[in-house]
């Protein structure tokens, strides 16, 4: 019987549980989960904050699996056949096809009948695992899955299934150019993926402004080419680094990655007249924010530009940009734990004490 991390009750340890056998139906992929990410919104999750989460549930969105078992002819978003055996990874977000936004405007990330592997389905009623904090995971007909090659590391590709897919569709909307001078927000895996898309876009220079003191040697590897730390600057001194940079105009495009207001009150005066302003890092409800629409948007024809998730295009993209540099990308993996400890690997991902966290059923 394969076991599972379930949460109960929201803010309590998760436990380990044992599940009934399941066997694919036409077009579904039973697969064993060789890899499961532990993502910052996993902690808002766990603790009830996400309103989406029904419990009890298996946590996990972003997983990489070897296919145990298929009940016909199935393939990937390429054309490939999958076959037992196969390293996959698949859309975390399992969309309609047939809405406005699935069809009309283009844009299933905005589905409105979109569900997430573990985050929106309970894990009762048909007891069944539905997330990735699991050995096995039986991936439905309807979900999109990317066949990868047998050298694909299963831990770093875990990382583009989220965070790089939505790094991704945040680079889409921002319309960034070459020579284009850009700020990032917050250097955690996405604030990571987004400095190395930025650098494959041409930017001039990447400055990314992070938390902590630590100095992060991996932001060089991605491309940033000034790394500034809240701790160890003043906001006067960014002000003025970004004002020299720029001749005193302002970045072209800043993307925030955090998720806090204090964070926009920073970095939206930092975008030069005709810039833009794209915000990623909310991945739920926060306080209204008080904005000087006049000052900073309408006076600046400033575009404040909005990302939610991410479809299975933009998951594609970042499978491909972690091949183009898989040692700098593996180096992001900084923990690894046992399906056994998912809550030591939730504990190190709420201690910011290192980039990436993976369970390894
Ligand atoms: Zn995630
Ligand atoms: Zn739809």
């Not at 309590?12 to 036409?26: W, Y």
């Not at 405007?105 to 539905?130: F, H, M, N, V």
């Not at 990302?307 to 972690?322: E, G």
Request: charged share 25%; with cysteine; net charge negative.
């Amino acid at each position: 019987m394969p076991k599972a991390a379930v949460l109960r009750e929201f803010g309590k340890p998760l436990v380990i549980e044992d599940f009934p056998e399941v066997h694919p139906g036409p077009g579904e992929v039973l697969v064993k989960i060789v890899a499961a990410g532990v993502c910052g919104s996993d902690l808002h999750i766990t603790s009830g904050e996400d309103p989406r989460t029904p419990i009890p549930m298996v946590p996990g969105h972003e997983g990489v699996g070897i296919v145990k078992e298929l009940a016909g002819p199935c393939f990937d978003v390429d054309g490939q056949e999958i076959n037992e055996g196969d390293l996959i990874l698949w859309n975390r977000g399992v969309t309609c096809g047939k809405c406005y936004y699935c069809t009309i405007a283009k844009d299933p990330s905005l589905c409105s009948d979109r569900w997430t592997y573990g985050i929106s389905r309970s894990s009762e009623k048909p007891r069944q695992i539905r997330g990735c904090y699991a050995e096995e995971l039986l991936l439905t007909a309807d979900t999109q899955i990317i066949k990868l090659k047998e050298d694909d590391n299963p831990a770093v590709m875990v990382a583009a299934s989220c965070s790089g897919g939505t790094a991704a569709h945040t680079i889409e909307l921002a319309k960034i150019k070459p020579g284009d001078v850009v700020l990032i927000q917050g250097v955690g895996p996405v604030g990571l993926f987004l400095a190395a898309f930025a650098k494959a876009k041409g930017a001039s220079e990447i400055i990314a402004i992070k938390r902590s003191p630590e100095k992060e040697p991996l932001a060089q590897e991605f491309g940033v080419t000034h790394l500034l730390s809240l701790a160890e600057t003043s906001r006067e001194e960014r002000v003025k680094l970004i004002s020299d940079l720029t001749s005193g105009r302002g970045v072209d495009v800043a993307m925030e990655a955090v998720g806090h207001n204090s964070v926009l009150d920073e970095g939206l005066p930092l975008v030069r007249p005709g810039g833009a302003y794209i915000s990623v890092g909310f991945g739920v409800p926060a306080p209204a924010w008080p904005l000087d629409t006049f000052g900073l948007i309408v006076r600046k024809n400033v575009r404040f530009q909005g990302v939610w998730v991410s479809d299975v295009s933009h998951i594609r993209q970042a499978v491909l940009l972690v091949r183009n540099n898989p040692e700098a990308f593996a180096k992001m993996v900084t923990h690894r734990f046992p399906l056994s400890e998912a809550n030591k690997a939730l504990q190190a991902v709420a201690d910011r004490s290192g980039i990436k966290v993976i369970i390894e059923p």
